[in-house]
């Protein structure tokens, strides 16, 4: 019979947990990964907040020892006559799936593994409850096949082989959602979404994938949402693009409606009053229109009773262009939502986003990208192929998921880059990561710096030349300050973005979805809960976003897409001013300039300097404030920089502007 030390030996690859979490399923505990290892006798060399246990089971795991007969066999899911090829969203089903065993059989004491997607309410398989969700018939056809079957972990079924050895050809049968309440599928639509089967051949513990376990496309449910999007920043004479779409309860994309949908937008600006969906647009729309008049617009879309204001469009021939970026987010290519392909789409065609990184896990999900180089073959594929200069900047990725310093992303700025492993010691260090990456046109930010799953480790300063900036803020919250809105869980002293600007580091600010849902950029939907970057670059271009990074040109915000501008004299955010150049008596004095266009009711602006907040106004809801103040007496050495809260807690930042000699 199946013992809880069966479990154990299974412990290579454990149920997988979300590296990066989620706001729904609340933090993640990534020490689950190796909650069933001793712990360490001798105090490792590392950073006090370095994850060991989680790092030697990733290690255990990559030198796993396989049997000839782990991983063998196929497997193939069967629809009836009744069903639909697909499964809808949030919607119970039922789904009968084939395993057959290979030519190196499967010894008695050895385990089939059936795994549905650890994510967004997949019902856990059991064979308990016949009335109850998600249980699951497992039998064999051949009468001498002993098998039991038990739930070993969320979303998790074991099946052990308790009689005679299986020989190549034997099937089993599993019937998942055999009974009344049929199973839950994933809430987020996705294509290939996987059952994965893995199997342990000779019973000794290590069990291996099947690449090719089966999988079904998991499609939306009905309309019950609206998006409308413009850009933030818009000159004079300029065509513009507003981006629409209809989305289910989940926001996912990917309808087949037939509908109109009204557009209230002021005549000069020359936009249809109505959209047609027709089915083959997937409920995603584009129309143009021409911004011939200064000032600010806020457009409404509406259709079946629903109503949604659109971000402040601001035209003028005055200030940077905002780009809008989410540069980390992940696929179901590691722990997330979807193929790549289709977080592109929805990043571009739902989101509005003008600049987008598909950021997967070096090492976390079923198929790690280290062991696995065409699934990084394809993230290289799907970025370049939807890279289209002018209008959607998309940016090759992945993050550098160490649980000994914290998770960094890599940007590559071309078509092709090399896969650094977090994991393996040659490569487990920033320093390592950032000498592999000599040569490359690339950068790197770091995440959740503050908590969250793991905190960054500070005493390795960021590199000056390819980490010029930091995500202040994501899913996981602010890891800005404690005094932030919806600062991040499990904060670590000394950690947040404030207490590193005190170390001296010079760092712009940036935030990212690190949405794991497949649906890059979505913020009308959830506030605070997000996290976006603004990139100040007049070119829609790579070279022009490269070039806002490295030059601090950004800043963050949870998820709204205000207009922010702050500057110290004529030095924007970002800049480095020099005391001795430009102050007198080694103090510097000047007008500070501050302009906030909110995307909801303000509540307030506060200027932080030098890790304290310094001055702060109340804004009493009003949505656009230009604020100007005389400062003095800045030495070598501070930085400046502003918050503006809205009433909803959607948050922006600016990057600082840094003091130096
Ligand atoms: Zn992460
Ligand atoms: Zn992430």
Redesign the pocket.
């Known amino acids: 019979m199946m013992s809880t030390s069966l479990r154990q030996l299974a412990t290579p690859v454990l149920a997988l947990a979300l590296?990066?979490g989620s706001a729904e399923d609340g933090p993640p505990d990534p020490a689950e990964l190796g909650a069933e290892r001793p712990a360490p006798e001798t105090v490792r060399d590392g950073p006090p907040t370095a994850l060991w246990e989680t790092v030697d089971a990733l290690r255990e795991s990559a030198s796993a020892h396989y049997d000839v007969s782990d991983g063998g066999g196929r497997a193939w899911l069967v629809r009836g006559p009744d069903q639909k090829p697909y499964a809808v969203s949030n919607t119970p089903d039922r789904f009968e799936i084939f395993y057959e065993v290979g030519p190196h059989g499967i010894a008695p004491g050895g385990m089939v593994y059936f795994q549905v997607s650890p994510f967004w309410e997949w019902t856990t398989p059991q064979v308990l409850g016949p009335d109850q969700r998600g249980y699951t018939e497992v039998t064999a056809e051949s009468p001498e096949i002993e098998l039991h079957a038990e739930t070993l972990d969320r979303q998790l079924l074991g099946i052990e082989v308790t009689g005679r050895a299986l020989v190549e050809g034997d099937r089993i049968r599993i019937v998942y959602g055999a009974g009344m309440a049929g199973a839950m599928p994933d809430r987020y639509a996705e294509r290939d979404s996987a059952f994965w089967i893995a199997v342990d051949g000779d019973g000794d513990g290590t069990r291996r994938f099947l690449v090719d376990s089966p999988t079904i496309d998991v499609r939306p449910g009905p309309a019950a949402g609206l998006v409308i999007q413009v850009p933030t920043l818009v000159r004079p004479g300029e065509r513009f693009a507003v981006t629409l779409a209809v989305i289910d309860a989940w926001r996912n994309t990917g309808l087949e409606i037939e509908a109109d949908v009204e557009l209230e937008a002021p005549p000069e600006l020359g936009l249809p009053d109505s959209v047609h969906f027709a089915p083959e647009d997937g409920g995603r729309q584009r129309v143009h229109g021409v911004a011939e008049k200064a000032g600010t617009y806020r457009l409404v879309a509406r259709a079946s009773g629903r109503e949604v204001q659109s971000n402040p469009m601001v035209v003028s021939a005055e200030g940077p262009r905002v780009l809008w970026g989410d540069l980390h987010g992940h696929s179901n290519y590691s722990d997330g939502t979807g193929v790549p392909e289709d977080y592109f789409v929805y990043a571009r065609d739902v989101s509005g986003l003008d600049v987008a990184a598909l950021t997967d896990h070096d090492h976390w999900g079923i198929l790690p990208l280290v062991d696995h180089p065409a699934l990084w073959q394809g993230i290289q594929e799907q970025t370049r192929a939807f890279h289209e200069p002018g209008r959607f900047v998309t940016l090759l990725g992945f993050?550098w998921?160490s649980w000994i310093h914290g998770?960094r992303h890599v940007l590559y700025f071309g078509d092709e880059g090399p896969l650094v492993d977090s994991v393996a010691p040659e490569t487990d260090s920033p320093q390592a990561l950032w000498s592999a990456l000599e040569g490359q046109s690339a950068l790197t930010f770091a995440?959740?710096s503050a908590g969250g799953?793991i905190a960054t480790n500070w005493e390795v300063p960021p590199d000056p030349h390819f980490e010029p900036i930091t995500e202040i803020v994501s899913i996981h919250g602010s890891s800005e300050a404690a005094d932030s809105p919806n600062p991040i869980y499990d904060p670590v002293p000394d950690h947040f973005v404030r207490d590193v600007l005190g170390r001296g580091y010079r760092l712009g600010f940036i935030g990212s979805g690190?949405r794991h849902d497949g649906h890059p950029g979505a913020y009308q939907v959830d506030p605070p809960q997000g996290g976006l970057a603004a990139i100040l670059s007049e070119e829609r271009t790579r070279e022009g976003v490269l070039d806002a990074l490295r030059a601090r040109r950004v800043y963050a915000t949870n998820g709204p897409r205000m207009l922010m501008r702050f500057a110290l004299g004529g030095h924007g955010m970002g800049s480095e001013i020099s005391v001795a150049a430009e102050g007198k008596d080694g103090e510097l004095a000047g007008p500070l300039f501050v302009q906030v266009i909110a995307q909801e009711p303000l509540h307030r602006i506060e200027l932080i300097r030098s890790g304290a907040v310094v001055d702060g106004v109340l804004t009493e809801g009003r949505l656009e404030v230009t604020l100007h103040r005389e400062i003095d007496g800045l030495r070598p050495g501070e930085s400046l920089y502003v918050r503006a809260v809205q009433e909803d807690d959607g948050t922006g930042w600016t990057s600082p502007i840094f003091l130096t000699e």
């Open positions: 590296a990066c993050e998921t998770h995440h959740h799953p690190d």
